[in-house]
Each structure stands twice: as C-alpha cells, then as structure tokens.
C-alpha cells in the first residue's frame, strides 16, 4: 500500500481529509474476468463507498486527483479499470456487448459491499462521459438501491461529424465484423490545461481503439436510456460541460428532465471543455459533487414506494395511452392496421403466427415455439416469414431469457445440492415447460423433482408428451392458479426453488402480483429460493398492443414495470434480491432472491 498526500483544504472547505492511503487490488468478474481497481482510504473507518468511473479509453489512475480532492467524510474511493482497458484484461476498447460493462459493475459493486460490509443502500457512483451511459443502464437494468449518482458529460449521444455515421458502422459491422476506429479525440479537445492534455496524448495506458459494435451499443442503449428515463429515481447531479466538442449536450438535458427521482440537479459549467474533472477549474467540480454527495449522504433523499405503481405514475401513463384508440385519421392507426391485415393473411402461413393467433401470442404454446426456434410454416414462403418473426428483437430476447433462466436455475441447484438442500422446482405457470426438462437432462445424474403447474390443460398435455417422450420421469403436471396464495402455498413436497417465468409482465395490476408472491413467500423455508422475470422495456411494446392478441383473444397490452417497481414488490414479501442476468437490449431480466429469515 502507497500512501498518497492529502491535497490541501480548499478555501472555505468544511471538513479536513485525512491523509489517504492508495492501494490496488482485483476482482473477479461474473464471467471469471479479473477487474483491477484501486482504493483510496484514510486511516480510520469508513462507512461510505464512493465509486469513480473512468470515461471511455482511460483508466483508473486517471482519477487520482479527483479522489483525493473530495471532501465526503467518513468514505472511501475505489476506482476501477473497465475490461479492455488500463491495467485489466481484454482487447483494447472492446467487449461482447457494451452491457457487460454494466454487468461488470454490478459484480463489482456487490463485491465491494460484501468485502467491506457496507450495503449498497451506502454506495454512490461519479461516472464520466461514455461510463455516465455505463452508470445509467445500470441503475436503470439493475435497480441498485444506491445513494446517488453523479453523471458527468455523460455521452449519449457522441459527435461524430461524419454524415450518416451510424448507419455506415453499421454497414460496416455487417461486412467486417469485429472492427475497431480510432477517437479522433485529442488532449486538446478535452481540457484548456497543457499539461494535462499532454499528459493525457502521452499516456500509454489510453488506448485510441474503441470497437464498431461497443460504438453502436452505446448509441442503442443511450436511445433507450433516453426514451426510459422515467424509470430512474435516484437522486441525480448532472454535470454539462458548457463547450462540449466530443458529445452533445442536448441529450442529455432530456434524459435529465425525465427522470423521476424527486432529488434532481444540473450544472452547467461554462467554458469547461468535456473533461471537467481534468479542466483549469476542476476544483469547481469537485466542490459541487462533494457537496452534492456529502448532503445525499446525511439525509436519505426520499425515494418514492412503486407497490402502487399500478395505479399512477410513469408506467401506469404509458398504459392508458396504449389502451386508447388512436385517432381514426392517423399515420400510426394506418400502419398498425396494414401490419395486422398482414399478419392476418399471409402472416397465417408462418407457424409462429399461426400459433399466436389460435392461442395467444403471450401463450405458452407460443413461446414454446419461440424456443425451439425452427422456422415452419406452410411452402418455402411461410418458412422464410416464419424466420423473420423467429428473429424479432422481442423473440431473440425471450430466447436469450431462456438461458439466463438456465444459468440461474443451475446456479440454484448446485448451491442446494451442496448445501444438502432436496432438489425440488416448481414452476407456477411454466406451460409445456421445456426449459425445465432440458435442465434435467443436464445436471443428470442428478435427481431434480420438477412440478410444472399451469391453467393451460393444453399447455400441460403437451409437456407431459414432452417429458415422456424425453424419457424425464421426475416430471409432475398439475393445473394450478398462480395468482392463488392458497393454492401457491399448499404445493407438496415442498420445493426449494419456485420460478415465476413470463407470468408477472403480462398483467398490468400489482394485487395479484402482491398476492401470488405472498404465497410462495409462505411456500417456501428460509433460505429458499426465487427466480423471477421481469420485462422492464420493449421497443415494441405499441406495435404489440395495436395489432397482436393475447391468450384471452383481447389487445396484448402490457404494463411495463420497471426492475425497481418489480425487486420492491419481491421484497416485499420477504425476499432479498442476490444476482440478476439481462439480455443486451435490455428487454427482459432474470432475477434470483432468497426468503429471508423470519419473514
């Protein structure tokens, strides 16, 4: 451990920070990737955590300043190296997608909560430029109940200055595949300080590289982030550097004003170029996020209960819109009108389609479809349409919830089995369940009892000629309300993992929802645990509700609820939220909890 000195008090500062002491250390990621960080800590305790992210191509030493010169008592600052850049592994400005940078950071936040035994609820994150947009999908995916969030110059929406800039990367990306561009973004650019800007063109930990689909994903996922602010509520400074040649500043004004956290507020810093940690008057900024943080910290900004989210609010708006008539005179009543002629028509040759019409397209015999992904239809025409709507961003994303599903099933499993925990699931709406009997087959020879229950008797006939025909004995099919705390509680033998698995987002009131939880809450012993979905935004959530029926042969709508309105309702009933995966377009989550004891 090094100890760094204590930069002087500021004039007119009110509280004095102790010498500091750095040190570097690594975490291991979700997927087994090791994160280097640094910490910077005084001598005595600390019951606070502060987390500095760097913006895109630097890294953490960058932060030096910034860490040593806030003024939040009783804190301590980490700051990391994203993947693929600084001193943590990975090619230089890539990563699978740009939401394994939030995944990342949500690993690193629990880490650092459990290593140093300070609740999340004790947490605040300063994210800078690209990472600002990192921070936001995070609190906006992940629902972490953190103290604040500061967001400086977050890059929503970067300044390319190429015509059709976007859609040429994306041309691009098709050709090439993994591709990379250099940022034409130099020191200059970034700050009026010379020698600050020099040290930054001269730094050989920056890396100029970013990769195609990382540039892509950050335009895709700031679009969403802007269009869904409202689902934040964490209170929120916003930080605008008044001479931005690197992003636009518009953006970000109007994901600002619509977030919901009843603590809001923007700065604008004339003058400041983009690096407004690293400008001339850093030490403006850094005197506005102390302060900011620092009164966070003192009084626990109240954030609004979402149990009754249902019944007013953001989400509950966007649900009576979609369930009033459009105009009769409108571009949008026109397009939705051809869309559903068409998929009434020629849409029929397509299995898929077809099967949505019979049945439901929210129907477990239509997502049974949707799983196993093999276009069908009638001739080669209902084939290739039955492609195309295999495809649907909505479908790929319910395939994908499949597997996280999977992933946290067997996650679950195996942490029974070592815990000499019965391997018993039940499924309250599982539908043929084929998810299910595939996890089976994989843990063999493992003995999994699995009890799939459903109000379907045509979804359940099905899954027991599936499972028979798998050769899966251990397989029970009963019918079953899933909205019947009665019914939910009295399930025998008692199972120690219960899922609930595309059943909540299809029902937009929070009673029954509140109610079903509260059986499986008495369904299950203490440590026991919970897998549950969510879908807390869809691109096409219109189109759904203006052309596509539901299992009831009603106007599919759905009422979104966002991850904290849903971990809220979870915790409600005496469950703690432990790990959470999300698909890239960030439609549909999967959530584990455990039953708390005593609840």
Not at 111 to 122: C, D, F, G, T, Y
């Amino acid at each position: 451990m090094t100890p760094v000195d204590s930069p002087s008090a500021d004039a007119g500062a009110a509280t004095f920070t102790p010498a500091l002491v750095e040190s570097e250390h690594t975490f291991t990621s979700w997927d087994g990737t090791p994160i280097f960080y640094r910490a910077w800590m005084s001598s005595g305790s600390f019951d606070k955590i502060v987390i500095l992210l760097h913006r895109g191509h630097e890294h953490s030493a960058r932060w030096a300043e910034t860490a040593k010169s806030l003024r939040i008592p009783g804190s301590a600052i980490f700051a990391w190296d994203e993947r693929g850049h600084g001193r943590s592994p990975g090619e230089r400005g890539w990563a699978e997608s740009f939401s394994v940078y939030a995944r990342d950071l949500d690993a690193w936040v629990r880490h650092l909560s459990e290593a140093n035994k300070i609740p999340v609820e004790n947490f605040a994150v300063i994210a800078h430029s690209v990472a600002a947009v990192i921070a936001s999908a995070w609190v906006h995916d992940y629902a972490p109940r953190i103290r604040a969030l500061v967001l400086g110059t977050p890059a929503f929406r970067v300044k390319l200055y190429v015509p059709m800039a976007i859609p040429s990367l994306r041309l691009l990306q098709k050709v090439r595949g993994k591709a990379f561009i250099k940022s034409y973004v130099g020191g200059k650019l970034l700050t009026h300080d010379p020698t600050l800007a020099k040290g930054y063109d001269e730094d050989a930990n920056i890396s100029r590289n970013i990769a195609v689909n990382i540039l892509l994903d950050l335009y895709d996922t700031s679009t969403r982030l802007i269009a869904d602010a409202g689902a934040i509520s964490t209170p929120t400074l916003m930080l605008v550097a008044g001479t931005d040649m690197v992003v636009d500043p518009a953006p970000q004004r109007q994901f600002f004003e619509r977030l919901s956290s009843l603590v809001k507020e923007l700065e604008v810093l004339p003058g400041f170029y983009h690096a407004i940690f690293h400008e001339t008057r850093r030490a403006e900024v850094f005197a506005l996020v102390s302060s900011f943080l620092s009164r966070q910290f003192e009084t626990r900004a109240q954030v609004p209960s979402l149990i009754r989210a249902d019944e007013a609010g953001y989400t509950r708006a966007e649900y009576h819109s979609l369930s009033s008539p459009l105009p009769p005179i409108s571009q949008e009543r026109l397009q939705y009108g051809i869309q559903s002629i068409a998929m009434k028509t020629l849409g029929r040759l397509s299995h898929g389609i077809a099967t949505g019409w019979r049945t439901g397209f929210d129907s477990g015999e239509s997502l049974d479809a949707v799983y196993e992904n093999q276009p069908r239809g009638t001739g080669p025409l209902g084939r290739l349409i039955d492609w195309g709507y295999l495809n649907a961003v909505g479908w790929k994303g319910i395939r994908l919830r499949k597997v996280h599903l999977q992933h946290a099933l067997e996650k679950v499993l195996r942490s029974a089995h070592a815990d000499g925990r019965p391997l018993r699931v039940v499924d309250i709406a599982s539908g043929p369940g084929r998810y299910l009997l595939e996890m089976v087959e994989k843990l063999r020879p493992l003995e999994v009892e699995v009890l799939c229950r459903d109000r379907s008797a045509t979804g359940l006939t099905a899954g027991r000629a599936l499972a028979e025909k798998l050769g899966i004995g251990s397989a029970r099919y009963e019918q079953g309300d899933a909205f019947d705390p009665a019914s939910i509680a009295s399930i025998s033998p008692q199972p120690t993992v219960a899922i609930v698995s595309g059943l909540y987002e299809l029902f937009p009131r929070n009673a029954p929802v509140r109610a079903s939880l509260d059986g499986l809450s008495k369904l299950l012993s203490a440590g026991g645990w919970l897998i549950y979905t969510n879908q807390p935004w869809h691109p096409q959530v219109e189109m759904i509700a203006r052309v596509l029926p539901n299992r009831d042969g009603q106007p599919w709508i759905m009422r979104r609820r966002t991850q904290a309105e849903m971990d809220e309702l979870v915790r409600e009933a005496g469950f703690e939220k432990i790990g959470m995966e999300i698909d890239p377009w960030g439609i549909f989550t999967v959530s584990v909890a455990r039953k708390k004891a005593g609840a």
